[in-house]
């Protein structure tokens, strides 16, 4: 039966003895709701990086997201920790959270304390946001996305799971998701399906789903795409118009 998971609402290139790491360094989770520290660094602007190096953040990234997979697996939380990292990839996603991580003048403590705040309000697991630490103490906080999308790779390969992507302008009922990752299911044949969702106002109404290697096929079922069809069917270019 399929598999359904929804998110809520929305390193160094080297890794020695990441499992050590992860299960050893010590977590000290304050309970807080907020993060006030985060207003304390203002958004600085990156430099755009180079092929090169994007091809090397790449690397690194997928390499770190082996590693906390490798932990997780051990400790047999793979699933856990797949919702840790969708609760992180939502947290990164404000691009405050992100430029005050990414920004080299806000010391290491401060920034384990935000760490600490945020795995204590969103229920992260120890080792995961271990994680985190790891990532700041390397400097290699600006890979988070990257990991993220590695680590569902990953993750996807190793319980034979196929991720949907459900775009729509409102959001779907569980019943509704169901049946997508059903469909998904018989055309896919896969053994687990897990479904993202994304909020687009841009499609009018209706929904697409987006699965396969990197997104490669997509079922569009928006009101956008039908406007779309009207628009391509309509040939204006031999009506005059009267003047």
Do not use: W
């Not at 797949?82 to 990414?102: L, P």
């Not at 996807?156 to 799971?161: A, H």
């Not at 997508?180 to 109404?205: E, F, H």
Request: aromatic letters at 6%; proline letters at 5%; hydrophobic letters at 45%.
């Amino acid at each position: 039966m399929a598999a359904l998971q929804q998110i809520p609402i929305s390193l160094r290139s080297q890794i020695p003895s990441p499992k050590t790491q992860f299960l050893h360094k010590p977590s000290n989770l304050s309970f807080s709701a907020t993060f006030p520290s985060l207003k304390l660094a203002p958004a600085r602007l990156r430099p755009r990086p180079s092929a090169a190096g994007a091809r090397m953040s790449a690397t690194a990234a997928a390499s770190y997201a082996a590693a906390l997979a490798d932990v997780a697996k051990s400790n047999n939380t793979l699933d856990a920790t797949c919702a840790d990292v969708e609760k992180v990839e939502k947290i990164f996603s404000e691009e405050g959270v992100f430029e005050f991580f990414a920004n080299p003048t806000v010391g290491l403590e401060k920034k384990r304390e935000v760490v600490d705040e945020i795995s204590a309000s969103s229920e992260l697991q120890p080792h995961t946001a271990n994680f985190l630490n790891i990532l700041i103490e390397a400097k290699r906080i600006d890979l988070i996305k990257d990991i993220v999308k590695e680590f569902e790779t990953v993750y996807n390969g190793l319980t034979e799971t196929e991720l949907a992507v459900v775009s729509s302008v409102v959001k779907l009922e569980s019943q509704h998701l169901a049946q997508i990752a059903k469909q998904v299911q018989k055309l896919t044949g896969a053994k687990n399906v897990r479904i993202k969702t994304v909020i687009d106002p841009s499609l009018v109404a209706g929904f697409t789903i987006r699965y396969g290697s990197s997104g490669s096929k997509l079922i569009d079922m928006s009101v956008k795409k039908q406007l779309e069809d009207i628009a391509a069917q309509l040939d204006l270019g031999d009506i005059q118009l009267a003047v």
